[in-house]
């Protein structure tokens, strides 16, 4: 197996946070970005939500909710 | 876009969601506010005034929430498509940028933006109440100095500064500098070739709003055909990158303004466990979070019901005694019946619905205030995705059970219009209060009074299977239209779950004022001119139809030796029979044969299509009930509605002698009524969000064509 050189909030336990590198999907960095969340923050997993496949996050003390694809696109640091 | 005469002054509010800014326009403004209803655009702008110091009125426009002027949803496509045409109806002459003071590294990308496109702007950082609680020091000059912008801290909820912003606001409105030293971001070697070639081709003065155009030209609504053609080409002679070039100058920009923010506000450590995280940690818990969502909606559904009672049976009573002062002070003409049967029961039927409207829209807005509506959203998205819908759609369906025509205007709130049209499209299966009546009169009549299980009776049974039916029907519609809709829109969900507060009260009084008379004003109007028309048709008939009809029921009811109350019902019935309205449903008979039902629920089903709970109403005069409409449209009195259900279970079939109101004819009644679209102020409000009649039309088919269906399918199996 090649080494992953990055992970995403999908591989993070609750409450365990790493720091975001860049976002991959350009349409969603664009969002993203705007909202807050940017490479070199921190970013938290809070919990997942009640019917899966959303993720509540704490960037930089600020809560958000994303989706499974907006939460893969984040790439952290391993 | 707009075609509302020039106001000489226009102010903007413009920040990004979460930031206060219809906190600080309620200040500004208080109740001198509306919403505007431009035509053509699906997104309402409120208005207000502001009276300067020299006597002369400003208008202030509230724009949707934003985070850039890249935009990603239709809300924040208004914003950017204003900001780049300065021959926009909308395009300020200055703007009021609001930012959260407590949170400022992350709420001034747009200001920059706007600082680049030239516009005149005046920070206002709001939230100071609770920075001064948190503990955090703010350098107002200094960032001041850094912007090169005037900058009031403000507090929206506790109307600190308010006075000094609108000061500032009537300096810059005299002396609208734009400040020559941007700007603050730096275009590229591309950009700048990109911008200043589309500088010279379409007489663009900014540098970086003709970027915006050149990023933009795919659907900015006000291009003509040979600029978007011109713009292309630019984007694609330059090889302009455009998602590249916008992250990359929105990392850029962050860049250049947190160092400023860093040295200019002064924040205490953030506490790692906030009350905020203490209620996340229950209400969005992945077992206890839907757990008490449904408690809680439980409880409105409840208020709905219990709280407006009251209220409700006080217009109704008001009505009725305003019925009988018009009666007993107007001569008997038609004139006075036009007032009666058309004007007032169309007001009534209006004003019956605001407490429950009001009702729904306080606790609504309540939760929305507090922040509650964001964590629903988090909770449910991917349950409503699967039905093509949003997380935000669980609050428009849950309205709908109140009145369908608030919960689809509280579909705005759902960036993707595809999730959006879908909610609009389904909410109106859920069943309605106006279903209510017509449920209790055909349960009654086709449901047996025996007990299932030892609480439980086989009517209460039905009735919640009716209220199931409709949320079947509106998650497996819109199911079937996520895949009929072939439009691919990129959706997201990226949502800030902001802060747990306090509900700030003027906010929630001034939207709940709003609403209200947004509702009166707008589906009223429609209701109002339907139930004119249907007391029309139902007054006159074709020639002497009617004179005729009166003067052989006369006849015959004195050869049958009625009595005078008898007789006074016959003959209305032989009218009603002569009039347009009938007429009209011995036209459809044919049509609703097949599911069981003859003429006279032929015309019920045709005067319902406008308002479904004229049906009662109705039935009672076609089925010679002897009573007025009103005794049977009160809730209280069930002697009455036992007496419709007496008389409605002897209606024979005119050509086989069948009962009319057999079980199956019941059911298929119940469903038909469950699922059709009869209601003439719900296809307006869709009409009015969806900016044409094409939705509404389809609608109308799709919900009726499946409500026939259906009741047909019961008919055959019960029959």
């Known amino acids: ?78 | 876009m707009s075609e509302k005469p020039v106001k000489p002054l226009k102010i903007a509010l413009i920040g990004n969601p979460n930031s206060g800014k219809s906190t600080v326009f309620n200040q500004l403004t208080g109740l001198r506010q509306k919403t505007g209803n431009f035509p053509g655009v699906t997104v309402d702008l409120k208005e207000g005034n502001i009276r300067l110091s020299n006597g002369e009125e400003a208008v202030i426009i509230d724009f949707p929430g934003t985070y850039s002027v890249y935009p990603t949803s239709s809300d924040e496509k208004l914003v950017a498509a204003v900001l780049a045409n300065p021959a926009d109806a909308f395009f300020p002459d200055v703007i009021v940028y609001v930012a959260d003071v407590t949170n400022l590294e992350k709420h001034l990308l747009l200001l920059t933006q706007l600082l680049d496109l030239g516009m005149p702007v005046i920070l206002a950082l709001n939230m100071s109440d609770t920075a001064d609680t948190m503990g955090i020091k703010v350098n107002v000059s200094k960032i001041s100095d850094e912007f090169d912008v005037p900058v009031v801290l403000v507090s929206g909820r506790t109307g600190s500064n308010i006075n000094k912003l609108t000061a500032e606001i009537e300096k810059l409105l005299k002396n609208p500098v734009t400040w020559k030293k941007r700007p603050i971001y730096r275009l590229n070697e591309t950009e700048k070739q990109v911008a200043e070639t589309v500088c010279l081709n379409l007489d663009v003065d900014n540098n970086y709003r003709a970027l915006q155009l050149a990023h933009h030209h795919k659907w900015l609504p006000f291009l003509k055909d040979n600029e978007r053609a011109v713009l292309a080409t630019i984007v694609q002679t330059k090889d302009f990158q455009l998602l590249r070039s916008q992250v990359d100058e929105t990392l850029d920009r962050y860049d250049r303004f947190t160092p400023i923010v860093q040295d200019t506000i002064q924040k205490p450590p953030l506490f790692p466990n906030t009350p905020t995280d203490r209620i996340d940690a229950i209400l969005t818990n992945k077992w206890l979070g839907p757990i008490i969502f449904f408690a809680v909606m439980m409880l409105l559904f409840q208020a709905i019901f219990d709280w407006s009672e009251y209220p409700m049976t006080w217009i109704e009573d008001l009505f009725s005694g305003l019925n009988d002062v018009i009666l007993t002070t107007f001569p008997t003409n038609w004139f006075t019946e036009l007032l009666t049967d058309g004007v007032l029961a169309g007001l009534a039927g209006i004003m019956v619905f605001v407490p429950q409207i009001a009702i729904l829209f306080l606790l609504v807005t309540i939760l929305e205030e507090v922040g509650y509506m964001a964590r629903v959203v988090f909770m449910f998205d991917k349950f409503m995705r699967r039905f093509g819908m949003n997380g935000r759609s669980v609050v428009a369906l849950i309205g709908g059970s109140a009145c369908a025509v608030p919960a689809i205007m509280s579909s705005r709130t759902i960036g993707n219009w595809k999730e959006r049209l879908i909610t609009i499209l389904v909410t109106p299966f859920i069943s309605c209060s106006a279903r209510i009546p017509v449920y209790l009169v055909l349960i009654g009549l086709a449901v047996p009074k025996v007990k299932v299980f030892w609480f439980l009776s086989a009517q209460t049974l039905v009735f919640g299977a009716m209220y199931l039916l409709g949320v079947v029907a509106a998650l497996a519609s819109g199911w079937v239209m996520k895949r009929w809709f072939r439009k691919k829109e990129t959706s997201f969900l990226a949502i800030e779950l902001p802060v747990y507060r306090m509900p700030y009260w003027k906010n929630v009084w001034l939207t709940l004022w709003e609403k209200v008379s947004a509702f009166v004003l707008g589906a009223g109007k429609i209701i109002l001119i339907v139930s004119i028309a249907l007391w029309a048709l139902s007054r006159f008939g074709p020639g002497t139809a009617i004179e005729t009809a009166r003067v052989e029921a006369s006849i015959k009811a004195d050869s049958l030796h009625l009595d005078s109350v008898h007789t006074k019902d016959y003959i209305s019935q032989r009218e009603l029979e002569a009039s347009w309205a009938g007429q009209m449903g011995k036209f459809i008979e044919p049509a609703i044969r097949p599911l069981g039902y003859d003429w006279k629920i032929g015309i019920a089903l045709l005067t319902s299509f406008a308002a479904r709970e004229v049906f009662t109403g109705t039935l009672a005069v076609l089925y010679n009930m002897g009573s007025s409409e009103s005794e049977i449209n009160d809730r209280s009195d069930n002697a009455a509605k036992a007496t419709l259900r007496d008389k409605l279970r002897r209606e024979k079939f005119r050509d086989t002698g069948g009962p009319v109101y057999s079980l199956a004819t019941a059911l298929s009644l119940l469903v038909f009524y469950a699922l059709a679209m009869q209601c003439m102020s719900t296809l307006a409000v869709v009409r009015r969000e969806t900016g044409s009649w094409k939705w509404p039309t389809i609608q109308f088919f799709f919900m009726s064509g499946l409500a026939y269906l259906c009741a047909w399918v019961v008919y055959v199996l019960f029959s």
């Not at chain 1, 365990?16 to 999907?25: G, M, P, Q, R, V």
């Not at chain 1, 921190?42 to 809560?63: N, Q």
């Open chain 1, 1 to 78: 197996m090649m080494q992953r050189r990055y992970r995403s909030i999908l591989d993070l336990k609750i409450k365990e946070s790493a720091k975001a590198l860049a976002i991959s999907d350009s349409e969603l960095a664009c969002k993203l970005t705007a909202m807050g969340v940017l490479p070199g923050t921190m970013v938290e997993l809070v919990r997942h939500s009640p019917f899966g496949s959303a993720y509540y996050v704490k960037v930089d003390g600020i809560r958000f909710a994303l989706r499974a694809e907006e939460a893969a696109s984040i790439l952290l640091e391993v």
